[in-house]
């Protein structure tokens, strides 16, 4: 057992030193994963959490959408500072799948835009809430209880995943709960978005099949999805997706934050889970 725990351990600072607010020292990062993790061990609770630009967030245990910013700072760091850097404050951010609102927060805290945040399931939705609250955000961010996808109806989302909920699969023995559907060009019709962010643990094709209206609009510059084969489940492939949303003119891109320069690349990222998306 303890040579599970250290084995586990060193996994994670190998991880943790390879972030680049890390310097290459994963130490920090470690006892700060150590230490949330024993504190909620013994007294399980949300507690209040100070991040950066003056950010504060809820988190417990199993909140994965952003405890790891308790230890490495900035998650999803490549993404993250792009958005930062690339959105405005008369700019729409329009969150996808919001979780618990890891971008939400930067984008409306940070660089000021104003966000429409999609986050279907209800408990997950109670503590985003929460976190826009926590901020003084309201004004900012406009929260909808809603899922997408390609028509407008009902669908099935598992509700024994934590904040890792999704669209439940056809005749899975699972607890379910249902959630109404609508067509993100319906939610958006009198809007002008910027930037789209869509993680929806697989069911990223058909949210943008829902959004063929929205994605010929001049105003959006930037997408931003989830590939990790996760899509599988549903019978779509990440090269489905990617040829779907290239299709509309869009090209993958890296970034590199010290120099905020922009590479375009000829496909989806393979060496992460996120990929940008530009159009060209």
Request: net charge positive.
């Amino acid at each position: 057992m303890i040579k599970k725990v250290l084995k586990k351990l060193k996994k994670r600072r190998k991880k943790f030193q390879s972030h680049p607010l890390m310097n290459g020292n994963g130490n920090g990062a470690l006892f700060r994963y150590i230490k949330f993790n024993a504190i909620q061990t013994i007294k399980p609770k949300t507690r209040i959490y100070n991040w950066i630009h003056g950010l504060k967030f809820f988190a417990r245990k199993g909140d994965a959408g952003i405890v790891s910013n308790i230890y490495i700072k900035l998650a999803d760091y490549e993404d993250s500072m792009f958005l930062i850097n690339h959105l405005h404050e008369n700019d729409l951010f329009v969150d996808i799948g919001a979780n618990v609102g890891h971008f939400t927060l930067l984008a409306s805290g940070v660089s000021k835009a104003r966000t429409i945040a999609i986050e279907p399931i209800p408990n997950t939705y109670e503590k985003l809430l929460k976190n826009v609250a926590l901020n003084n955000l309201e004004e900012k961010v406009n929260c909808l209880n809603i899922g997408l996808g390609e028509e407008k109806g009902e669908l099935k989302f598992t509700k024994g995943y934590d904040v890792m909920n999704r669209v439940a699969l056809e005749n899975e023995d699972v607890p379910t709960i249902s959630i109404p559907i609508q067509k993100l060009d319906e939610v958006l019709k009198n809007e002008q978005p910027t930037f789209l962010k869509i993680d929806v643990e697989g069911f990223e094709y058909y949210v943008l099949k829902g959004a063929m209206e929205t994605l010929q609009k001049e105003s959006l510059k930037y997408i931003l999805l989830e590939f990790n084969n996760s899509g599988d489940k549903f019978g779509i492939s990440d090269q489905k997706v990617f040829d779907f949303v290239t299709s509309y003119g869009f090209k993958p891109l890296s970034y590199d934050v010290e120099k905020k320069e922009i590479t375009l690349e000829t496909t989806f990222r393979t060496d992460k889970f996120n990929t940008i998306f530009i159009r060209s």
